[in-house]
């Protein structure tokens, strides 16, 4: 059967292979065009080919120099291949004659192994120079420092020259370059905001650096990059890039100590009696614990659980309540309060603002 | 094995008890009973974690999707990755070579049959204990099972303050003994081409199957080994009070990576070069042309060989290695595009001039072509360190290393299959189902692997159960998924094909592909010695000689 059919120069593969390919370009592009329609606001989709930072830019330049080159050599070996496939194919006319062997050519071996080698090396001098100019450029002394400690599911940002400490929404103003100080706490993790430069990882007894320098306001988004244990994927990062005077302000918001507001001490004095105390700070209380995220301005974020959830005041009681159900394998234990303790808890934590 | 055992082989295999047969499989020391028995053990694996890649995909079909819970999808990914690289991968590309480097050298059998089984047995013996952690372990959420540290196992990760339980030690130790089974094969292998090639048959007229199972077993002695050393050390921190890797008590993170990687990026070229193999034997009987400067393929291999080694940091692009270390890293991996790029260019000079017949197993080699092509370029964009610091750690990467392993080491496996099925079985692989079988794993692969780089690029890391909706990620995810079904459905007419095509398929003979090397002299399934008689071969196609006596290759080699 199989002998029957050996000379049969199949057209219909040819044409089947075609319309294959055709399909899946048109599948592509019909796609992409719904993917680029659906986002709502400009940055929700963390594309690391919209940059907004200095070194987003320089890695989107490079990226763009590395895919024409490739996007060359697809074209010609892609192009050799089909040529090969249609105009070397079995014809029925060739019935029992094998072809003229060869067994190779030095000057045609010598030319593939000679351009591969040149464009390699220009590839590896552009890689380089980018590098370099990420790696290597000086510290400007007017660069913000923040030091960024990833934890098992949640990032702890410390401003050490501004006395500020926050959790998960990283500000940084515009027009000055923040230089980030990389440490972990327990596993490995990595910080990426692909609008705002590559990944660079946080790793134990390990001190990394990184720096941004966001030549626009907005909110970035990103996340854990490094698989740091059960909750990785829900280790969420935001970068608030702010004015340089927006910045001040939520610096000189944050510097304040907690608010004491007397109508909520029943709620306060749950949190300072319970186990809250071991894992969380306030600022000016004695809730002093660092395991988990600082909560002195606790509502001037927009999300809890590392971005695992809006902070609103539902989603703060099932938090409190069953960290699980948004969560689950999170470190936050369950603190199976009464209702009316919760809710107290709850409005005691709303006025932290 | 005397003739008698010879005769029973042969004449009386349906009548004698099943006890007695499976005793034979059990105790044989033959390398073809050995090689089909690592092909499907490797098979059956194949379909174990390509169901754990199904639950993953359907678990991220939809952002905030609950079909499966965090704890159960991370161990879903640590045991796909582990079973595929360890006990699909490794196993089948050593079933094939055992099956084949002999027959194909002219010998009678491995240099070392006993070796040969106890590696086997060895390799056999790890898949059981890691998945018996299933029943056995408990990971890093205490109360599961089944390991869940992801397959390159980070440290601190797997320190007992984070994986409490013993679903890590199942994966250690797993690891470990698999990993002394491929050192057994590996030592063996070499010694069977160095010291078992028949008369004639000089280093420089071997098959290049031969020439590329040679250079992989060396890279498995020199990769293996620190695995190993890193799993012994990972012990003595998990139970004898180590701090290797404890960073906890000032052991080093990074000590692991190098470790992992200076075996793991070798691990690649381990697996993809038998692919190589595959597609230069296949390639050339299909186009009906002798290989396209074979000196350049074998130095292009060593080549290969030799510069896997310099490469292991590019997966630490991210760990904040200096400028210099990243450049130097960059420039290597590059490199290794040199050589690759020289194969395909080979592959293409066969085929030029030739007179291509598409069948199954040539299909399946012009997609590995394609494919391995597309995961070349995406490789050099990853070994760029700079534009890595964008891709690495996202879907890019997971698409890019399903692109070599999937698109390159699985559709050459395909294509080896339906190319020596004849040569095991006695009978042909069903042409019809073959290209139904390859027209869906074409089709659903690059559903899934095309689409899913561009995730990737658009922010989301690999390794998470879930997504947040809005980030422009839901719809690649759900056709990527829609794509891994199709390869499913895909993958059981293709086991349909194997099983039914034993039965039903069409006698194949001795040589029913009119190719040129020893295996194709002998009968079909070949008799328990291989070689009534050590043939002497005199050129790189001792068949083409015989068929062609007017014009012998060994005229112009």
Known sequence: MAMAKKYNPDRKLLVGRVAGILTIVAGVLLAARLCVASPTSENAVPSIFKPHSTNAESLYHLSHFVLAITGVIFAVVFSLLAYVMVKFRNRPTDVGREPTPVYGSTQIELAWTVIPIVIVVVLFLATARVIHAIQDSGRPANALEVTAIGHQFWWEFRYPKLGVVTANELHIPVSTPTYLKLLSADTDHSFWVPQLGGKTDLIPNRINEMWIAPQQTGIFLGQCAQYCGTQHAKMLLRVSVESPEDFDKWVRAQKQPAIQDETEAAGRHIFESTSCVNCHAVAGTNATGRFGPDLTHFMSRATIAAGGAENIKENLRLWIQNPDAIKPGSLMPAMKLSDVDLDALVRYLETLR | ?557
């Not at chain 2, 691990?267 to 193999?277: D, K, N, S």
Request: glycine residues 8%; aromatic residues 18%.
């Open chain 2, 1 to 557: 094995m005397s003739t008698d055992v010879m005769a029973i082989q042969t004449a009386q295999i349906s009548t004698r008890p099943w006890t007695q047969i499976l005793h034979e499989w059990v105790i044989t020391v033959d390398h073809k009973l050995l090689g089909i028995l690592y092909i499907l053990y490797a098979l059956v694996f194949l379909v174990v974690a390509g169901s754990e890649a199904m639950i993953m995909r359907i678990q991220l079909m939809y952002p905030h999707d609950h079909f499966v819970s965090p704890q159960v999808f991370n161990r879903m990914f640590t045991m796909h990755g582990t079973t595929m690289v360890f006990f699909v991968g490794i196993p089948m590309l050593f079933g094939f070579a055992n099956y084949l480097v002999p027959l194909m050298i002219g010998a009678r059998d491995m240099a070392f049959p006993r070796l040969n089984a106890f590696s086997f047995w060895l390799t056999a013996l790890a898949g059981f204990l890691l998945y018996f952690s299933f029943l056995g372990g408990s990971g890093l959420y205490g109360a599961g099972n089944a390991p869940d540290v992801g397959w390159w196992a980070y440290a601190p990760l797997t320190a007992r303050a984070f994986s409490p339980g013993h679903s890590t030690d199942y994966w250690t130790i797993a690891l470990l003994v698999s990993g002394f089974g491929s050192i057994g094969t590996a030592i063996n292998i070499i010694a069977t081409i160095l010291c078992m090639r028949c008369p004639g048959m000089k280093l420089s007229r071997m098959p290049l199957l031969a020439w590329l199972n040679l250079v992989v077993s060396g890279m498995v002695l020199i990769a293996v080994t620190p695995l190993s050393a890193a799993q012994i050390m990972l012990c003595l921190d998990r139970y004898l009070g180590g701090h290797f890797f404890d960073t906890q008590a000032g052991g080093s993170a990074t000590l692991w990576m190098h470790f992992f990687w200076i075996f793991g990026h070798p691990e690649v070229y381990i697996l993809i070069l038998p692919a190589f193999a595959f597609v230069s034997e296949i390639v050339p009987v299909f186009s009906r042309k002798p290989i396209f400067g074979y000196p350049v393929m074998v130095g292009a291999t060593l080549c290969i060989g030799f510069l896997s080694m310099s490469v292991w940091a590019h997966h630490m692009f991210t760990i904040g290695m200096s400028s210099y270390a990243n450049s130097f890293f960059t420039l290597t991996t590059l490199a290794v595009g040199i050589p690759t790029g020289i194969k395909i260019f080979n592959w293409l000079g066969t085929m030029w001039g030739g007179k291509i017949q598409f069948k199954t197993p040539m299909l399946f080699c012009i997609a590995f072509l394609f494919q391995f092509l597309i995961a070349g370029l995406t490789g050099i964009m990853l070994g760029s360190a700079a534009f890595n610091w964008q891709l690495t750690g996202s879907y890019f990467v997971v698409a890019h290393f399903h692109y070599t392993l999937v698109g390159g080491f699985l559709f050459a496996v395909f294509a080896a299959f339906y190319y020596w099925y004849p040569k095991i079985t006695g009978r042909m692989l069903n042409e019809g189902f073959g290209k139904l079988h390859f027209w869906l794993f074409f089709i659903g692969f690059h559903l899934t692997f095309d689409l899913m780089h561009i995730p990737g690029m658009l922010g989301m890391p690999r390794r998470i159960y879930t997504y947040e909706p809005g980030r422009g990620w839901d719809l690649w995810n759900l056709l990527v998924t829609v794509g891994a079904f199709v390869q499913a459905i895909a993958t059981l007419a293709f086991v349909a094909n194997l099983i039914v095509s034993y039965f039903k398929g069409a006698k194949s003979g001795n040589d029913p592909w009119d190719a040129w090397t020893l295996e194709w002299s002998v009968s079909s399934p070949p008799p328990a010695y291989n070689f009534a008689l050590i043939p002497t071969v005199v050129s790189r196609r001792p068949l083409w000689d015989l068929k062609h006596p007017e014009d012998p290759d060994s005229r112009y080699e």
